[in-house]
Every structure is written in C-alpha cells, then in structure tokens.
C-alpha cells in the first residue's frame, strides 16, 4: 500500500519561507513521479509543482515567478517543496501526489494523472 505523509506547513509571514516535505513508502520512490498541488477555501485544487520520475525534468505554474522549488532525495524516498518570498495568497492546503504515468521524462501536471495522495499540509501566510 502506498502512502505520502506530509509535514512542514505552517504559519508565517508575508515574506517568509517553509519547507515542505512528502514521505512515501510502499513503492519504489524512483519509479515514481512527483507533484504538488495546493487548495485554497472554496476554490479547485491546482497544480503548483512537479518533477519527473527521472528527476531532471521540472514544471511550475506560471504564477509563482520563481518562488518555490521541487527537490527529492531518492535515498530517503522523500520530495520537498521549498516555499519563499511567501505571499497571503498562498494560504491553502498542499498536497503532495505520486503516480507513473508516461515515460520517465515525462512532467506530470493534472490531478488525474496522479494514482497516489497525501494527507495535505496546511500553509497559512499572513500580511
């Protein structure tokens, strides 16, 4: 059974920075592929972040302008999600997703496209 634990959400300020973190066990993690995605009250679910199963391969919504970044440490079947320069409109929850669609290189970005889910980690930023 595969599980993704995440932690790392938090309050913070305008201006500061979290790390975020996602755990998976039950599956091999290189073989998997690697998302972020994050909910605000009331609105769908977006995508945020994703890294390829080979793991040189990055995608980002447009609208972050640089200011987050997806990692993984394969030895420690774990992805990260490092926040900065946060904003209030990033308050929400964040999920991390895994799945094996595609080729290796291949940069998953839709909700369906993902087999495995975590928990989610609250992210509240205030002004």
């Known amino acids: 059974q595969v599980q993704l634990v995440e932690s790392g959400g938090g309050e913070v300020q305008a201006g500061g920075s979290l790390r975020l973190s996602c755990e998976v066990s039950?599956?091999?993690?290189?073989?998997?592929?690697v998302g972020w995605f994050r909910q605000a009250p009331g609105k769908d679910r977006e995508f945020v972040a994703a890294?390829?199963?080979?793991?040189?391969?990055?995608r980002y919504v447009d609208s972050l302008q640089g200011r987050f970044i997806i990692s993984t440490d394969n030895a420690k079947s774990t992805a990260y999600l490092q926040l900065d320069s946060l904003k209030p409109e990033d308050t929400a929850v964040y999920y991390c997703?895994?799945?094996?669609?595609?080729?290796?290189?291949?940069?998953?970005?839709?909700?369906?496209?993902?087999?495995?889910w975590g928990q989610g980690t609250q992210v509240t930023v205030s002004s």
């Open positions: 997703a895994a799945g094996s669609a595609g080729s290796t290189s291949f940069v998953l970005s839709k909700v369906a496209e993902y087999d495995y």
């Open positions: 039950g599956r091999t993690f290189s073989y998997l592929a």
């Open positions: 890294i390829s199963r080979n793991r040189i391969n990055t």
